[in-house]
Structures are given as structure tokens and as C-alpha cells.
């Protein structure tokens, strides 16, 4: 079954710093989110991005973070200047879209991201 | 966005049927009941969703309420891989690219 997959599996940055967390959706999804999740906390959504464009994103996401799809594959998130509070599993995700609603989304296991 | 109400835990043993309850009583009629788990160290895994009627699957059934004000998913024979954290999650029913909206969820707990 296909999967999504994300790189790496842990990423330990100082402060300050840029990071780019890495994602492969599913090939055949058209639609992609960013959700991260602090250590005992709730899942938050992020950022979704579909057509190469944003669609939706959340009032964490701030001029700190972007999303890129460079290539047919590829869907990443950058943080420019890492916080302390960016420390937090940070979940990719994809769903196939084509016109019906309510498509599920597939994640991958996440990127566990320290800052220090 | 529609909340949804879960109990915080729940605990269940090998091979018995597990409902799983959540209550949305302010649900719109265009909203769709999603379900997805969480396994220990891993991303959230979709279980099963619907807007009315009752919905089967490999993994699970969802038993939805007359008047949608509430749905309980149904594990039928729990095994100890299915401890996780359950969410119970409202979407919009449109096209075009949804957020989910993650609350506390249910952490059910399979005794051997």
C-alpha cells in the first residue's frame, strides 16, 4: 500500500538556525498539509497546499514558515530561524482530491524535530 | 469549527468488541464524521468516516445517530494493536483541500 514518507526521522537544529523537514506524498494525491504536534499535546494543523499554492494555513504558521513543492515528488516545510517552541513531531500529509470531497488523508510518521 | 466531545479514556480487553462514543451535537448538515487513530510513535491513521448512514470497513463500523448528534465507532474484536488514541474529527462536506481539527481524543487501552 502506498505511503507517505518523511525525512528525516529526527532533526536536531540550534537556535536560530533554518530546517527543512521533507516530505513524499503519495503519488497520486493533488492535495498536502502540514500538521505538527508538541510532546503531550494535540495534533495542529499547519498549512495545506494544493495546485502549488497555499489553500489554507493557520495562525502558527507565520512569516517563519513556508512550503514548497520543487519537483513531481517532493512537498516541503522551512522553518527560516528556529524558536525553542518549534520543538514538536511535525506530521506530513497528502489526500487524493479529484473532485470528491472528504477524501481521507493518508500522514507519514512524522519528523521528530529538536531545537536547542 | 464543530467540536466534538470524547471521554478521556477507555479500556477494553483482547477480542471483545470496543465502542468508542463521541457526541458533536452542534454538527451542521453538510458535515462529515471522520475517524482516525494514533498509534504510539506514529501519525495519525484513518479509520473511517461518514455523513449519515452506517459505514463498514476492513478496520472498524461507524454507527451513526438518527440526528447525527452523536457516533460510535465499533471495533469488533479489539487486538492489542488497536490501543491508540482515537479522534473523532468533523469535516465540511466540500471539495477542495480540508484541515483536520484534532482534539484530546479517547486513549483506549487493550488488557491481554
Known amino acids: 500500500e502506498p505511503e507517505v514518507t518523511q525525512t528525516p526521522s529526527h532533526q536536531v537544529t540550534q537556535m536560530g538556525q533554518e530546517v527543512i523537514l521533507r516530505c513524499v506524498p503519495i503519488s497520486n494525491h493533488l492535495y498536502f498539509y502540514w500538521y505538527r504536534q508538541i510532546l503531550g499535546q494535540k495534533v495542529e494543523f499547519l498549512v495545506s497546499f494544493y495546485n502549488n499554492e497555499i489553500s489554507e494555513k493557520s495562525e502558527i504558521f507565520d512569516d517563519q514558515f513556508s512550503v514548497e513543492r520543487p519537483d513531481g515528488s517532493n512537498f516541503t516545510l522551512k522553518i527560516r530561524s528556529t524558536k525553542l517552541e518549534d520543538s514538536a513531531m511535525y506530521f506530513c500529509?497528502?489526500?487524493?482530491?479529484?473532485?470528491?470531497?472528504?477524501?481521507?488523508?493518508?500522514f507519514g510518521d512524522g519528523t521528530r524535530l529538536s531545537i536547542l | 469549527d464543530a467540536k466534538t466531545t470524547q471521554p478521556n479514556s477507555m479500556e477494553s480487553n483482547e477480542e471483545e468488541p470496543v465502542h468508542l462514543p463521541c457526541n458533536h451535537s452542534?454538527?451542521?448538515?453538510?458535515?462529515?464524521i471522520h475517524w482516525y487513530r494514533q498509534l504510539p510513535s506514529q501519525g495519525p491513521e484513518y479509520v473511517i468516516h461518514g455523513l449519515t448512514s452506517n459505514v463498514n470497513n476492513r478496520m472498524a463500523s461507524l454507527a451513526i445517530a438518527e440526528d447525527r448528534k452523536s457516533s460510535t465507532l465499533i471495533l469488533h474484536r479489539a487486538t492489542l494493536r488497536d490501543a491508540a488514541v482515537y479522534y473523532c474529527?468533523?469535516?465540511?462536506?466540500?471539495?477542495?483541500?480540508?484541515?483536520?481539527?484534532f482534539g484530546q481524543g479517547t486513549r483506549l487501552t487493550i488488557n491481554p
Open positions: 500529509a497528502s489526500s487524493r482530491g479529484q473532485g470528491i470531497p472528504n477524501q481521507p488523508q493518508h
Open positions: 474529527i468533523l469535516s465540511p462536506g466540500i471539495q477542495g483541500a480540508q484541515k483536520l481539527v
Open positions: 452542534t454538527i451542521s448538515g453538510t458535515d462529515y
